[in-house]
């Protein structure tokens, strides 16, 4: 068993997780319906996000914390299975999610020409197919192969990645290739050919002008080079460091050396993950123009940090610092 400090913690750390992921989230919903700035088509997928995020905190969070406040899972097993599986379920959108808005903002900004045609209808079959390929991945364990279990910290419920049965440890293995691993290799090529894009456009506008005009036009450029750069990779650092802990755990489990995993060596990493709701309200959300124009717009009293748009900006600069 933890010590009683360490439950404690850990259930105050995710009491203020889920309130600041749930209020933070809202706020992007309520952004959306109500901002004529952030209610476009391209910010649906950040919409799903925010919802996703939301599920997740109802869903898990009072249980977690209550237990933890109370040292041990006071509910039923089917509530421990429901929340296992919620957990399971509106975590691996969330990821997935991030891969489906590096996919679409890749695609609109590597091809600026056709990536603009029928976006409405590729990103509502891309919030379909995120759904369906969560839920398709989060129901095998009501079905036999692996289940919904009690973790050894005695607060929460995930897949039993300490299962001694080969068959149930290949479930992990798979679960994490196709929900992880694969999200994270996407992630990393789009935001790759986002920056690759945005160097090339450069180089053309410098072979199109006139060094004064190149240098004026040049400057904002690189400003949203490097704006773009700094989110794809701090997209990307941050889902690896929300996640990559709960991975390592599970496939240590998968690896047959479950009996090296601690209670607190499984705790932290469940907390850490769950604090993701609140890393991407911030990255998707508090970074984007977008969403700072809108949040303006509906709630002016909230002060809202960053420089307000500048005219004058090339088609081809607002583009990319749009999509």
């Known amino acids: 068993m933890l010590d009683p400090i360490i439950f404690y913690s850990l259930g105050a750390f995710v009491l203020v997780v889920g309130i600041v992921g749930w209020i933070?989230?809202?706020?992007?919903?309520?952004v959306f319906f109500r901002s004529k700035h952030f209610h476009h088509t391209k910010n649906v997928l950040t919409l799903n996000l925010a919802i996703t995020n939301v599920l997740m905190c109802l869903a898990t969070v009072p249980t977690f914390v209550t237990s933890s406040f109370s040292r041990k899972w006071i509910f039923s097993d089917t509530v421990c299975q429901m929340t296992g599986f919620m957990a399971g379920w509106f975590g691996t959108q969330s990821i997935c999610t991030l891969a489906a808005i590096?996919?679409?903002r890749c695609i609109a900004i590597t091809m600026p020409l056709t990536g603009k045609l029928n976006r409405g209808r590729r990103v509502t079959i891309s919030v379909a197919v995120v759904w369906l390929w969560s839920l398709i991945w989060c129901l095998p364990p009501f079905f036999g192969w692996n289940k919904w279990s009690m973790q050894k910290y005695q607060t929460g419920c995930t897949f039993n990645y300490l299962s001694d049965n080969a068959f149930q440890r290949w479930y992990i293995m798979a679960l994490t290739l196709a929900v992880f691993v694969l999200p994270m290799v996407v992630m990393i090529v789009c935001y790759y050919a986002i920056w690759r894009a945005?160097?090339?456009?450069t180089l053309a506008l410098k072979g199109m002008m006139d060094r004064r005009t190149f240098q004026k036009i040049s400057k904002k450029r690189r400003h949203v080079d490097v704006h773009t750069a700094k989110?794809?990779?701090?997209?990307?650092?941050?889902f690896i460091l929300s996640w990559t802990p709960f991975a390592i755990v599970a496939l240590i489990?998968?690896?047959?050396?479950g009996h090296l995993i601690t209670p607190l060596a499984g705790a932290i990493p469940?907390?850490?993950a769950k604090a993701a709701v609140i890393v991407n309200y911030i990255v998707y959300a508090a970074m984007m123009p977008d969403f700072k124009r809108g949040l303006r717009e509906v709630l002016p009293w909230i002060p809202v940090s960053g420089r307000r748009p500048k005219r004058g900006m090339t088609s081809r600069c607002a583009s990319i610092e749009r999509s």
């Open 253 to 257: 489990g998968w690896a047959g050396y």
């Open 270 to 272: 469940a907390a850490i």
């Open 102 to 104: 590096a996919l679409d």
């Open 24 to 30: 933070g989230n809202l706020l992007i919903i309520y």
């Open 231 to 238: 989110v794809g990779v701090l997209v990307t650092l941050l």
């Open 198 to 201: 945005a160097r090339r456009s």
